[in-house]
C-alpha cells in the first residue's frame, strides 16, 4: 500500500535558517500529496498540498514540489522564525474507499531565536 | 474556521479501567470520522473508520471489542478502551472530514493516555 517514509528529528535550527525536512512516498498512481503541521497544544492542521506532479504547494512561506521522478516530497523554508517550531508530517492518501491518509513518523522543528 | 474538539487531552488510569475519548465537529458535520494512534517516534496508525449511524470499520489487527467506536451523531465520535492496559498506553487523534469544504480533514489535538 501507499506509505511515506520522513526524515526523523529533532532538527534545531537558529532564526532564518535555511529548512529541508525531506519526504519520499511510495504509491501507486500519482496521488495528492501533503504537509501537515502540528504547534504545540494544537490539533495537525494541513499546511500544503499537491496533486499532481510537478506542482508546487506553498504557505507560510514553506514549500514543497511534487517530484514524481525522485518520489519525493521535500519540505523547504528559507528563512525559519521561532514561531515555526512544530511538528510536521507528511501524508498522502491510503489505498481505502474512504481515503485516510497515511503519515509519517513526524519531524521536530525547534527554531532558536 | 472549522474545528475539531478533542476530550481529554491527557489521562491517566488504572489498568484494567475503560476510559472515553470524545471527538467533536464544532461548526460542521460529519459523517465520516477517523481515529488514529501514535506510538512515540511513530507514525499516525489509522484504528478505525467512524460511520455515523453504522458500526465502524477497523483496520487490520486492530481489536474492535477493546476499541468501542460510537458514532451517534453527525457531531459526535466517541472512542473507548476497554479494560485497559499499559499497552494501551499512546497519543490517540481523531479526524473529521468536512465535505463542505472539499472534504478537507480537520484534527483533534489528541489524547494521551497512559495506563499505569
Known amino acids: 500500500g501507499n506509505s511515506v517514509t520522513q526524515m526523523e528529528g529533532p532538527v534545531t535550527l537558529s532564526e532564518e535558517a535555511f529548512l529541508t525536512i525531506n519526504c519520499t512516498y511510495t504509491?501507486?498512481?500519482?496521488?495528492?500529496l501533503f504537509w501537515y503541521v502540528q504547534y504545540p497544544g494544537e490539533g495537525l492542521q494541513l499546511l500544503l498540498k499537491?496533486?499532481?506532479?510537478?506542482d508546487k504547494g506553498s504557505n507560510k512561506g514553506f514549500e514543497a514540489t511534487y517530484r514524481k521522478e525522485t518520489t519525493s516530497f521535500h519540505l523547504e523554508k528559507g528563512s525559519v522564525q521561532v514561531s515555526d517550531s512544530a511538528v510536521y508530517f507528511c501524508?498522502?492518501?491510503?489505498?481505502?474507499?474512504?481515503?485516510?491518509?497515511?503519515f509519517g513518523k513526524g519531524t521536530r522543528l525547534s527554531v532558536i531565536a | 474556521g472549522a474545528v475539531v474538539s478533542q476530550h481529554p487531552s491527557r489521562v491517566i488510569c488504572k489498568s484494567g479501567t475503560s476510559v472515553k475519548i470524545e471527538c467533536r465537529s464544532l461548526?460542521?458535520?460529519?459523517?465520516?470520522m477517523f481515529w488514529y494512534r501514535q506510538f512515540p517516534k511513530q507514525s499516525l496508525m489509522l484504528m478505525a473508520t467512524?460511520?455515523?449511524?453504522?458500526?465502524?470499520?477497523?483496520e487490520q489487527g486492530v481489536e474492535k471489542d477493546k476499541f468501542l467506536i460510537n458514532h451517534a451523531s453527525l457531531t459526535l465520535s466517541t472512542l473507548t478502551v476497554t479494560s485497559a492496559h499499559p499497552e494501551d498506553s499512546s497519543f490517540y487523534i481523531c479526524?473529521?472530514?468536512?465535505?463542505?469544504?472539499?472534504?478537507?480533514?480537520?484534527f483533534g489535538s489528541g489524547t494521551q493516555l497512559s495506563v499505569l
Open positions: 461548526d460542521f458535520q460529519a459523517t465520516t
Open positions: 501524508a498522502l492518501p491510503g489505498n481505502s474507499g474512504n481515503t485516510p491518509l497515511v
Open positions: 504509491a501507486t498512481g500519482y496521488p495528492s
Open positions: 499537491a496533486t499532481k506532479a510537478d
Open positions: 467512524s460511520n455515523e449511524g453504522s458500526k465502524a470499520t477497523y
Open positions: 479526524s473529521a472530514r468536512d465535505l463542505q469544504r472539499g472534504e478537507k480533514l480537520f
